[in-house]
């Protein structure tokens, strides 16, 4: 797969993840936690642009570091990938 | 499009984690009982003692545990942590043992000496804790109301005793970690689980595949600000609360 450094939801999370102050570790068990199944290296790959994951993957580890961040009563949200926009992303019924 | 996952995720992390958890069932001693247990081995292995200590210094020689034999012990102890000087901060940085024979006339740490001078101690001496790489990470020290109390022999006896406590506090450590992580590991298990009854609940509701319902829940909390886990809850109880 092509490295994809233009996107900005890993750009945004990269941004902010220092804020967390999450390991590596902490950050995939919360990811885990939530349905998540990509593993530890892979989560640590995607997090240096060497890895891409499935936007559902990616929504996932998003979705753990904005709950850090609720829990932190921190005001910051990674974004998630556009197919969660209003309009998009479900199935039809 | 149907996804959904077979088979057990992530078994290798899994197993990584059940090794480290089963190592604690052997013996439950804590971190902080090893560390009681060094103190009175250390006071009763030199006569001249009137007190024993251990403290255990992270990379910044900032102090994250303690033990202590007697009060004294602990008050001598303190003024070298808040002056950043003393026997003990010394044998840490250098990772080498530090023998001080008459306190009050020793001048490598000033401030410390003159701020115990009131206290009924004399001669000190502590051997750093060293880890497998050779890197300190605390140190056991013992204090006498004598002078000159302290020789190569009781040097000798400490270092020796200062070895099998750093084997005992490093054991001990790493299984309070395997505890902790068991702990996380089944708070997640838990979420993981009521995360996915109530994704199984959206997608007979909405008749969306496993992804759609993922989506709809990762909206919901961004919605209401709520984590997977709570919105999860509510979707679980409001679906019992029908059937009752």
């Not at chain 1, 993957?57 to 009563?73: C, I, P, T």
């Not at chain 2, 702990?183 to 995360?195: K, N, S, V």
Request: glycine share 6%.
């Amino acid at each position: 797969m092509p490295r994809d450094d233009e996107d900005p939801q890993l750009r945004e999370l990269q941004r902010v993840l220092p804020l967390a102050k999450l390991t590596v570790g902490e950050l995939w068990l919360k990811y885990f936690a939530l349905g998540g199944s990509a593993g530890r290296f892979e989560i640590e790959a995607y997090l240096s642009s060497a890895h891409l994951l499935p936007p559902l993957e990616r929504d996932l580890v998003a979705q753990a570091v904005n709950e850090h961040f609720m829990d932190l009563s921190v005001d910051v949200r990674v974004p998630y990938s556009s197919s969660l926009e209003p309009g998009e992303g479900e199935s039809p019924k | 499009m149907v996804r959904i996952q077979t088979g057990l995720p992530l078994a290798e992390e899994l197993v990584a984690v059940a090794a480290s958890a089963s190592g604690m069932l052997l013996t439950h001693v804590t971190v902080a009982e090893t560390l009681k247990l060094i103190t009175s081995a250390a006071k009763l292995s030199l006569p001249a003692a009137i007190g024993a200590g251990v403290t255990l210094l992270d990379a910044n020689a900032h102090k994250t545990s303690t033990a202590f034999s007697d009060a004294v012990v602990e008050r001598v102890d303190l003024a070298q942590y808040k002056l950043e000087q003393g026997p003990c901060l010394s044998a840490w940085a250098t990772a080498e043992t530090v023998v001080v024979n008459d306190i009050a006339q020793d001048t490598r740490w000033p401030l410390w000496s003159r701020a115990v001078s009131s206290l009924a101690v004399a001669a000190s001496i502590s051997a750093p804790l060293l880890s497998t790489g050779g890197e300190a990470f605390g140190a056991v020290k013992v204090y006498s109301n004598r002078t000159g109390s302290f020789d190569d022999r009781s040097r000798q006896i400490l270092e020796l005793l200062a070895a099998q406590a750093a084997v005992l506090i490093l054991n001990a450590q790493t299984r309070e970690n395997a505890e902790r992580l068991s702990d996380d590991l089944q708070h997640a298990l838990r979420t993981r689980d009521l995360i996915g009854m109530a994704k199984g609940l959206i997608m007979a509701r909405h008749g969306v595949d496993e992804e759609g319902a993922i989506r709809h829940l990762i909206k919901e909390s961004a919605n209401s600000h709520l984590p997977l886990r709570t919105v999860s809850l509510g979707i679980i109880e409001a679906a019992a609360a029908q059937r009752s």
